[in-house]
C-alpha cells in the first residue's frame, strides 16, 4: 500500500552555485543539483534509498523547527 508522506527538507545554495538539500530524518541522507530543483528530484531518489535500506521503518518528527543565530565572527 502506498500513501503520501511529508518529510522535511534542508536546502542551501553553496558558494559555487550548487543547491545542497538534505532530509534531516535519515542520517546521510543529501545530495545536490545546478536547480533547486534538480536537487529536489535527486533527493527524492536518495530518500528512497534510505527507506529501502531500513526496510520502510521510519519514524518522522512530530515537530522540526528552524532558527537563525546571530553570533559576531571574524570573516
Do not use: H
Not at 12 to 40: H, R, S
Amino acid at each position: 500500500m502506498k500513501r503520501s508522506v511529508l518529510f522535511p527538507v534542508v536546502f542551501e545554495k553553496d558558494e559555487d552555485g550548487y543547491w545542497v538539500v538534505e532530509c534531516p530524518v535519515f542520517e546521510g541522507c543529501y545530495t545536490q543539483g545546478k536547480t533547486l530543483e534538480e536537487a529536489i528530484e535527486n533527493l527524492k531518489e536518495v530518500i528512497l534509498l534510505c527507506m529501502e535500506e531500513k526496510r520502510g521503518k521510519i519514524s518522522l518528527p512530530k515537530e522540526i523547527g528552524v532558527q537563525f543565530l546571530s553570533l559576531e565572527v571574524e570573516v
